[in-house]
Nanobody, 117 residues
């Protein structure tokens, strides 16, 4: 049974900070990639940041220098600083899990981040 449980969303003023957490229960799988996507109203879901097995990270250009992704075992964090109103979205934890050479994609339920101007 795979579960991705997010926490840490909320309402913050522009310039403020939030830290998102995603606790992954992935018994029987290995984590290939884990990270965060977001979806604003009327827009497509987009990658925010991810950690690939081995430790390399990818960030969306719009968050570079402001957001930092980190991982502690099966928990992934997204530290968001200098938040902007355009960061307002539902943030989803995503994990690509590997078992027997197959990759399986899982999503969390999402957590709302609202940045007021």
């Amino acid at each position: 049974q795979v579960q991705l449980v997010e926490s840490g969303g909320g309402l913050v003023q522009a310039g403020g900070s939030l830290r998102l957490s995603c606790a992954a229960s992935v018994s029987g799988f290995s984590i290939h990639v884990i990270g965060w996507y977001r979806q604003a109203p009327g827009k497509q879901r987009e990658l925010v940041a991810r950690i690939i097995s081995g430790g390399s990270t990818n960030y969306a250009d719009s968050v570079k220098g402001r957001f930092t992704i980190s991982r502690d075992n099966a928990t992934v964090y997204l530290q968001m600083n200098l938040l902007k109103p355009e960061d307002t979205a539902v943030y989803y934890c995503n994990a690509d899990l590997e078992r027997s050479t197959y990759i399986y994609r899982y999503w969390g339920q999402g957590t709302q981040v609202t940045v007021s101007s």
